[in-house]
């Protein structure tokens, strides 16, 4: 009992700032997406899943939500997937290496609102070093940011820029870890690099890689920093992606129960998320 008490006052500070933080927040945004709550209305209407009706009904939040689907499936696998080759690349022992290891990892410790200056510079047009380089090539200037048909790629382009060395640094952590002897038996068995590699480093790394998607993935449902630099949703909402729509809703439009009903959808997508890597491909994939 002594034992008990004493780790539980351990915990207390961390389980306060959980509540106050998280689980309050959580449960008091679903109990006001079942409200009216916006500048017609002096106190709370209760009007039940008439937010989520409306929701869905908003070409505005059809568009957000697809945009995001898109941003994922451009975002996830190619974040991963050059984190992992740079992984591979700097894990050499040749010179340079921990130099380029630095180069990788650096867009990651630039915040979101600077690097989305950055890319901004890059895009602009006439002036952006983009169409410089088109110009002294004798091309065209791009708008790439003013264009509905470009501007999410352009957004996807600098989250993976983003995020790839955040990966890199999970798959370094892996690749070091895997054992030397097994690698030296494959090659002394005339192993090639590729079979190595998709035979015994690939499989390895298959817990890195369920973790580093996962991550991308509630990621690819979080992004809100460049948008409000760089396009602030459009044009005409090709950029606009859910939790924009919920920043919108909430300070520009005052409409805090649509805002709260969305919330509660992207909240849905997470617990999705995490119940399919916890009961499915995590428990599927152990190493001793």
Same mark, same amino acid.
């Given at each position: ?114 690097a989305a ?5 890059f895009y ?5 070093? $983009?169409? +410089?380089?088109?110009?002294? &090539?004798?091309?065209?200037? %791009?708008?790439? !940011?003013? @264009?509905?048909?470009?501007? =999410? #790629?352009?957004?996807?382009v600098m989250? $993976?820029? +983003?995020?790839?060395?955040? &990966?890199?640094?999970?798959? %370094?952590?892996? !690749?070091? @870890?895997?054992?030397?002897? =097994? #690698? ?12 190595? &590699? ?6 390895? !790394? ?83």
């Open positions: 009992m002594k034992e008990n008490v004493t780790s539980w006052l351990f915990l207390l500070p961390s389980l306060i700032f959980l509540i106050m933080f998280t689980l309050y927040p959580m449960i008091k945004t679903a109990y006001l997406s079942f409200f009216q709550s916006d500048l017609s209305t002096d106190k709370p209407i209760f009007i039940g899943l008439k937010n989520f009706k409306m929701m869905m009904e908003d070409e505005v939040f059809r568009k957000a939500f697809i945009n995001n689907i898109w941003f994922a499936i451009g975002t996830i696998p190619t974040s991963v997937a050059l984190g992992m080759v740079l992984a591979i690349l700097v894990n050499r022992k040749i010179k340079g290496s921990a130099l380029a290891r630095t180069f990788f990892f650096y867009p990651v410790v630039i915040p979101m609102v600077s200056f950055i890319w901004l510079f602009t047009p006439e002036y952006g070093m $983009i169409n +410089k380089l088109l110009t002294l &090539f004798g091309a065209g200037e %791009l708008n790439l !940011l003013g @264009n509905s048909s470009t501007v =999410l #790629i352009a957004i996807i989250v $993976i820029w +983003k995020e790839a060395g955040f &990966f890199m640094i999970f798959y %370094l952590a892996a !690749l070091q @870890n895997i054992p030397k002897d =097994l #690698i030296e038996a494959s090659h002394i068995d005339g192993a090639s690099k590729w079979i190595q &590699f998709r035979k015994i480093v690939f499989p390895l !790394l298959m817990p890195t890689t369920i973790f580093s998607f996962v991550i991308a993935t509630t990621n690819a449902f979080k992004t809100i920093d460049q948008l409000v630099v760089m396009t602030q949703g459009g044009p005409n909402n090709a950029s606009n992606l859910l939790l924009y729509y919920i920043y919108e809703s909430t300070f520009r439009f005052m409409d805090y129960g649509k805002a709260a009903a969305a919330t509660i959808v992207v909240l849905v997508i997470m617990v999705v998320i995490a119940a399919i890597q916890f009961f499915g491909t995590d428990r599927k994939i152990h190493y001793s």
